[in-house]
Antibody, heavy 121, light 108 residues
Framework: EVQLVESGGGLVQPGRSLRLSCAASGFTFDDYAMHWVRQAPGKGLEWVSGISWNSGSIGYADSVKGRFTISRDNAKNSLYLQMNSLRAEDTALYYC??????????????WGQGTLVTVSS | DIQMTQSPSSLSASVGDRVTITCRASQGISNSLAWYQQKPGKAPKLLLYAASRLESGVPSRFSGSGSGTDYTLTISSLQPEDFATYYCQQYYSTPPYTFGQGTKLEIK
């Protein structure tokens, strides 16, 4: 059974940093691209970032480019999102999502339950 | 970047109705379109991909069609468990892989 478990969310002040993690199991992690998708309270889905199977291809939404960094550790079956210079508008539930192939151009067949990030002073 | 315009933003319907939700891309996306269903407090669930291919385990009352820039999700006969919010997502070529704004399907 595929499982994606996010962690690392919490309350953080504007301008500070936070690192999210996603622990994956139930599939061959290093065969697939992985993504972060977020959802602000009461709002729609926003794709944040994606990383190919070997970290050779990475993409970001314009809203986070230059502030967020996605990475993965295939030996640990883990996905990460380093979030710097956080803003109030980054407040959201952050989902880890599995792509269906090795490259980032993909839809998402499995999602975690999300970790909540709240940016507030 | 490719923009996805989804309509309507909300829809009221009754059990047994046939409903259609539309998604328009700002440029052609060659059927690189997925549809998701999200219920309150839950993660999104994949319904269809490649515009018209049904994900395993999804009931056949869900169908998708379209080409180029215009795509539709149809639910042939609404069931009580179908009342939810639906999103389209394009995954054509390079990032960002944008979602539509969502359609909230409510019980009439």
């Amino acid at each position: 059974e595929v499982q994606l478990v996010e962690s690392g969310g919490g309350l953080v002040q504007p301008g500070r940093s936070l690192r999210l993690s996603c622990a994956a199991s139930g599939f061959t992690f290093d065969d697939y691209a992985m993504h972060w998708v977020r959802q602000a309270p009461g709002k729609g889905l926003e794709w944040v970032s994606g990383i190919s199977w070997n970290s050779g291809s990475i993409g970001y939404a314009d809203s986070v480019k230059g502030r967020f960094t996605i990475s993965r550790d295939n030996a640990k079956n883990s996905l990460y999102l380093q979030m710097n210079s956080l803003r109030a508008e980054d407040t959201a539930l952050y989902y880890c999502a599995k792509g269906v192939g090795a490259t980032t151009s993909s839809y998402f067949d499995y999602w975690g339950q999300g970790t909540l990030v709240t940016v507030s002073s | 970047d490719i923009q996805m315009t989804q309509s309507p933003s909300s829809l009221s319907a009754s059990v047994g109705d046939r409903v259609t939700i539309t998604c328009r891309a700002s440029q052609g996306i060659s059927n690189s379109l997925a549809w998701y269903q999200q219920k309150p407090g839950k993660a999104p669930k994949l319904l269809l991909y490649a515009a018209s291919r049904l994900e395993s385990g999804v009931p056949s009352r869900f169908s998708g069609s379209g080409s180029g820039t215009d795509y539709t999700l149809t639910i042939s006969s609404l069931q009580p468990e179908d009342f939810a919010t639906y999103y389209c997502q394009q995954y054509y070529s390079t990032p960002p892989y944008t979602f539509g704004q969502g359609t909230k399907l409510e019980i009439k």
